[in-house]
């Protein structure tokens, strides 16, 4: 039995509530209708080999590091390009969703990748490399007008959740 969801997967686990209706008729010449209601919990475990991705989202404070009620950034498109620099080849496409997650699954061990991201408009990067949490900080870098992540490289069975882009909104000047 396969459970599917419209959102990206997300790299922890949680309990996923259904609910489903039954309606029925019963007896020859009854016309009583019973109906059934239940809910049902799955525990949805998230546990691929190889996976890298994590978090996009609005730095309001503009300090580079994530920080408690700092919102994820939703529909931010992502690109897996893989290979050298001078070779790239796109290998995955996905967008962060609603909590600004996003995640590529079924990639292979020690192989270069790049992430390539396109901001909203009116957005900007944040300070890169901020602080000694690399699991909070934004990671990205402006290279010739794309905001990349580079380079990547997972080992073998590895799993990598720290790929982080803080962005800030860009004040429009009065100035050209």
Partial sequence: WWFRSGAAPQPEPGVFWNTATAKGEFGENDSLTQVLSTTMGHY????????????????IDGDGIQDEGEPGMKGISVWLYQGPTDALVLV??????????????????????????HLSEGYG??????????NKDSDAMLVMDHVKIYPVMLGSEEQNFSHDVGIVMVENGDFV
């Fill in 125 to 134: 990067l944040t300070v890169a490399n901020a602080g000694d949490d690399d």
């Fill in 44 to 59: 949805i475990v998230f546990d691929p080999e190889f996976a890298l991705g994590d978090f996009v989202w609005e730095d």
């Fill in 92 to 117: 995955g496409q996905t967008h962060t969703n609603s909590d600004g997650r996003y995640v590529f699954v079924d990639i292979m061990p020690d192989t270069s990748y790049q992430l390539k991201f």
